[in-house]
Nanobody
Framework: QVQLVESGGDSVQAGGSLRLSCAAS????????MGWFRQAAGKEREGVAV???????KYADSVKGRFTISRDNAKNTLYLQMNSLKPEDTAMYYC????????????????????WGQGTQVTVAS
């Protein structure tokens, strides 16, 4: 049974940093594409960052240069390092996975991911 459990969400001041973690069970993170998505209140869920089997990464324009996605294969865990946080980064952050590698297009689309965690809340105060 595939399970994804996020942690690390918190309330921080603008300019601060957080690291989100996603512990996976039931599958191997290094053999699947994985990503982070977020949903702000009243808005649709959107892709933030994804990583493929080869380690290739893709980021939403809004987080490029500030967020870094990575994984620890030994711990079977996915991470999202978030720096220079802005109030507009406030959202529920979700970890997701899909069998196989990143799709050739729409890698940040929620439609391409099969497994989802329950989310962890990030709140950035101005």
């Amino acid at each position: 049974q595939v399970q994804l459990v996020e942690s690390g969400g918190d309330s921080v001041q603008a300019g601060g940093s957080l690291r989100l973690s996603c512990a996976a069970s039931g599958f191997t993170v290094s053999n699947n594409a994985m990503g982070w998505f977020r949903q702000a209140a009243g808005k649709e869920r959107e892709g933030v960052a994804v990583i493929g089997i080869s380690g290739m990464t893709k980021y939403a324009d809004s987080v490029k240069g500030r967020f870094t996605i990575s994984r620890d294969n030994a711990k079977n865990t996915l991470y999202l390092q978030m720096n220079s946080l802005k109030p507009e980064d406030t959202a529920m952050y979700y970890c997701a996975a899909r069998p196989g590698g990143l799709p050739a297009k729409d890698a940040l689309s929620i439609a391409t991911y099969k497994y989802w965690g329950q989310g962890t809340q990030v709140t950035v105060a101005s």
